[in-house]
């Protein structure tokens, strides 16, 4: 590995997996160093819901513009990672149907295809909303797999000379003067530390971002604000379902991949709490109660897990309290506001709009390097979007290649589906064996939880108690160290343990204590 | 807010232990099958996001429902994978697969010409037509059909019902009327020694079990709706004398069909626990001829046991003083009614079978007593052993005179 680049990338989220992407794919050389795995922050703690922007239509045009800019690109480049549902704002009889009217203005204002239908209609589009509503309105919403996409992002930063780093921390800025001209990392795991030098470094770290700011010695003011979310056993309903009013807690429900998820609540919190969000009991009443407004089936359906995100608002420069919030992408050029030189910051925005921040970025690093070179992002699809790859599935293939597919569109066809291979671990998401190795040495897999981001491993209603051990096995003999797999174990289960926790009652407490009666030992 | 966290949607009470599976008969002989746990609950979360997730392999479930007898958390594992059949599943061989299921009218058209069609079904050169162009196994043999059906039979003998002051209905079943009409008469010959006369339906069609499984299912809910309403009409309860014919109209009627068969449910009995709930109640008594003697095995067909009768048949065959009856360890026989006469099944169906018929062999009866006459065709296919209905034992075994006098009010 090199340790001169012309860009190092903090954070391996959304935002700065896509700027890894934009950058490399100009031809700069670019380093992204993430702490964790990349998408373990709010990237890969969100609802997956592809904004058509109709939910900002009413306060943020701004936004809501960028939204479906975005959403249009998106379902072409990362057509692998987005699935089509399209949403509805449904309008319950408690709600102010005159909202309606002025939603759907703001929404065409905002180029937003935002038709109001019969609620009949709705009902017939998804049987499953509360059959109450009084009034709907049809929004090109859609799911989106961050974890997928995020995957793909660096994948294909890596396909263009990028290289990727995790486990890595920055613990402090290199600086010549008033320029950054470099970080010292720490290996996580080891404590190793190593220079690395860069033009220029860009602050994509998220909520962790106005920590890695004052490392730079320079002050961003941010708020962090928790969102917990519930993840039901299968799909509740098929589209986006909104509630059509100021938005509130707990009045989206979005089909992500095979489960439904409710979120959020919205709740400030300090910044000690963001590496360990807990979902509490309030949080599952608020998410509960709401969410069965939007779908009653809610009520009688298995709650399987919940987990909770942090937003990283960022406070408005202009505003000297600190307390007003700045909508939309923040894009801030040290140099100008602080005199710092060679450092970036990009934050606030949503996961819809991630390329977009990348794109505005990576415009802005070329510029101050005199760099000519058009954004191809919002043209080239990313790995396994192509196209063509919508021609594979093939009436022969088994469920777990049907699945594979369906995570990871035309990567497929690097999986080697030899006979051995096609036994699937995880039963549950049918994750095979040769998808895990297929993850394992395309998409920088070293732990379990890693395995979980990019398959889907140990998602299911199980939660890994049945698939934990062989996918422990598998993985340590890909990775090459057959003796790591206990602690794998371990650490995979405790993870699990926290998600269900929150949820444990009724049925998930039977599957709780039948997993709990299995690990004793592994996950004390 | 949720009160339980206990979903209504049947899948999620999966708690994914995999007894199913260890229990599933093809998932033990057939790499192919992703077993029941797979094809079920595990299948249908991803059948729910999109149906293109439907496996062709659930063509392999024998629909014995063993996995739902194990299943601890109640889950009806092999109705989700029979639904989705339907639903979603296309006949490998439709023109056989629709042969096999109209066992109405392949029945009505073969009786009158019976004596011509079973020496025809058993020569070597229909066998090898019947394998090469419709996928019908060569080494099976078809059930012999009758040279009379069993309702013109009964046609002559029902004016005598009506001397009995009580009486029941009796579902006969496509196999009665079309192959077998001795075992409808062994029924009406014990219901008139306990006292009872016997009546048909007004209309009965077949009961639909090999419609369901060949994946023909408007037609299957064609025929379920006219035996619902004959059975509706009819006055008294409704005795059978197959099992899986009593299991169909019973559960799959509502479970796979999505009819409502509650009101007429509980009136659909077999006759052995009818019978056995009589005798305990004290309305019926059985007497014995003292010379009846046989060394037999009783073997629970898949259906018996999810209904979880078994008991009243091998209670009630307990009573005969001359029966020396084993009661073998429950193995699932491998044929699953048409399943096995497919050519590409064949294997499947006599690898499955294999325990069974070692524990027969090796218990080495005069004859074998099931409640199913699938189970029955298989077991004599590869046993050579007799395999009788408990009604046909009972039938014979009683002192008919003696009977009549004590049920006689």
């Known amino acids: 590995m090199r340790t001169e680049y012309d860009v190092i990338i903090i954070g391996g989220g959304a935002t700065g997996a896509g700027t890894a992407r934009d950058c490399a794919m100009r031809g700069l050389k670019t380093l992204l160093v993430e702490r964790a795995d990349i998408a373990d922050g709010a990237s890969g703690r969100n609802h997956g819901l592809l904004h058509s922007g109709a939910r900002y239509a009413v306060n943020d045009r701004e936004s809501a513009a960028e939204c479906i800019g975005e959403n249009l690109i998106l379902r072409r480049i990362a057509a692998a990672c987005v699935e089509e549902t399209e949403g509805l704002f449904i309008t319950l009889p408690e709600d102010d149907l005159e909202y309606q009217a002025k939603f759907v203005e703001c929404c065409k204002a905002a180029g937003i295809k935002a038709e109001a239908i019969d609620p009949k209609l709705a009902l017939k589009l998804e049987p499953e909303i509360n059959p109450e509503i009084i009034g709907a309105v049809k929004v090109p919403d859609a799911s989106v797999d961050p974890f997928r996409l995020v995957a793909a992002n660096v994948l294909d930063a890596k396909l263009h000379g990028a290289d990727i780093l995790t486990g890595w921390e920055v613990v402090e800025f290199i600086k010549e003067m008033v320029t950054i001209t470099g970080v010292r990392i720490r290996n996580v795991k080891t404590g190793e530390t190593k220079a690395i030098r860069a033009h220029y470094t860009v602050n994509a770290a998220g909520i962790w971002g106005a920590h890695i700011a004052e490392l730079a010695g320079v002050h961003i003011g941010m708020l962090p604000s928790k969102g917990a979310l519930l993840v039901f056993g299968h799909r509740a309903a098929k589209m986006v379902i909104n509630r059509c009013r100021k938005p509130a807690n707990a009045d989206i429900l979005v089909p992500g991949d095979v489960v439904s998820v409710i979120g959020t609540t919205s709740d400030k919190v300090p910044f000690e709490e963001c590496d360990d969000m807990k979902v509490t009991r309030r949080e599952v009443e608020i998410l509960l109660t709401e969410g069965c407004k939007l779908v009653p089936s809610l009520a009688t359906t298995r709650i399987i897990r919940a987990y909770a995100g942090v937003r990283p608002l960022v406070a408005d420069d202009s505003d000297p309290s600190g307390r007003n919030v700045s909508r939309g992408i923040v894009l801030l050029d040290h140099s100008k506001r602080d005199g710092i030189r060679g450092f970036i910051s990009i934050t606030g925005g949503k996961l819809t709009t991630y390329r977009l921040m990348a794109e505005m970025t990576t415009d802005l690093i070329c510029k101050k390097l005199g760099l000519e070179k058009p954004c191809e992002t919002a043209i080239k699809p990313l790995p396994g979007s192509e196209p063509e790859a919508a021609n594979l599935p093939h009436k022969t293939w088994t469920v777990g290649q049907k699945a594979a597919f369906n995570r990871h569109g035309g990567c497929v066809t690097q999986m080697d589906f030899a006979q051995n291979n096609t036994e699937e671990i995880c039963e549950c998401e049918h994750v095979t064996r040769a998808e895990i190795a297929y993850a394992v040495h395309n998409l920088g897999v070293k732990t379990l939880d890693d395995l979980r981001r990019r398959t889907r491993v140990g998602m299911g209603t199980c939660q890994s108690s049945f698939c934990v051990l062989k996918a422990a096995k598998v993985l340590a003999e890909e990775l090459g160290t057959p003796d790591a797999a206990q602690q794998l174990v371990r650490d995979f289960l405790r993870e699990r343990w926290k998600g269900i926790k929150p949820v444990c009652w009724g049925d998930q407490m039977r599957e709780a204590e039948h997993m709990r009666n299995l690990y004793k030992e592994a996950a004390k | ?409």
Not at chain 2, 58 to 81: F, W
Not at chain 2, 147 to 162: E, I
Not at chain 2, 332 to 340: E, L, P
Not at chain 2, 354 to 375: G, M, Q, R, S, W
């Open chain 2, 1 to 409: 807010m949720q009160e339980t966290n206990i979903s209504a949607a049947n899948l999620e009470c999966c708690l994914k232990c995999n007894l199913c599976t260890e229990v599933c008969p093809m998932y033990a002989v057939n790499p192919q099958y992703p077993g029941p746990k797979q094809a079920g609950p595990d299948g249908e979360r991803y059948r729910i996001k999109d149906p293109e997730f439907f496996d062709s392999a659930l063509k392999y479930c024998l629909n014995c429902k063993r996995c739902e007898v194990v299943c601890p958390s109640g889950v009806r594992v092999a109705d989700i994978i029979a639904v989705n059949r339907l639903k979603y599943g296309k006949p490998s061989h439709p023109v056989r697969d629709k042969m096999l299921a109209s066992t109405d009218f392949v029945g009505s058209m073969t009786v009158p010409v019976a004596g011509l069609a079973n020496p025809m079904l058993g020569l070597g050169i229909t066998k090898s037509v019947m394998d090469g162009v419709l996928g019908i196994s060569e080494k099976r043999t078809f059930p012999k059909y009758a040279t009379k059906k069993f309702v013109t039979w009964f046609k002559h003998h029902a004016p005598d019902q009506t001397q009995y002051s009580k009486q029941v209905h009796y579902f006969h079943g496509c196999y009665v009327n079309y192959n077998y009409p001795q075992l409808g008469k062994d029924f009406v010959k014990l219901m008139n020694a306990v006292g009872y006369g016997v009546k048909l339906l007004e209309k009965e069609k077949c009961c639909g079990v090999a419609l369901i499984a060949n994946g023909f299912g408007d037609q299957a809910k064609k025929q379920a709706q006219v035996n619902l309403d004959s059975i509706n009409k009819a006055g008294t309860e409704v005795l059978t004398t197959s099992s899986t014919c009593t299991f169909t109209m019973r559960d799959e009627y509502a479970h796979v069909l999505g009819l409502d068969n509650a009101k007429q449910r509980d009136k659909i009995l077999l006759t052995t626990k009818w019978l056995f709930d009589k005798i305990e109640a004290g309305e019926i008594k059985l007497a014995f001829k003292p010379d009846f003697k046989l060394k037999a095995v009783y073997h629970t067909a898949c259906h018996m046991q999810k209904m979880g009768w078994q008991q009243y048949s091998i209670q009630l065959l307990k009573l005969i003083p001359g029966l020396d009856l084993t009661v073998l360890d429950q193995h699932c026989c491998g044929i699953s009614g048409t399943f096995g006469f497919k050519k590409e099944n064949y294997e499947f169906s006599k690898e499955i079978g294999a325990i069974l018929f070692d524990d027969i062999k090796a218990a080495n009866p005069e004859a074998v007593i099931t409640d199913c006459e699938t189970c029955k065709w298989q077991i004599e296919a590869f046993t050579n052993i007799q395999t009788l209905n408990p009604i046909s034992i009972l039938a014979e075994a009683i002192d008919y005179e003696k009977t009549q006098q004590l049920n006689a009010n």
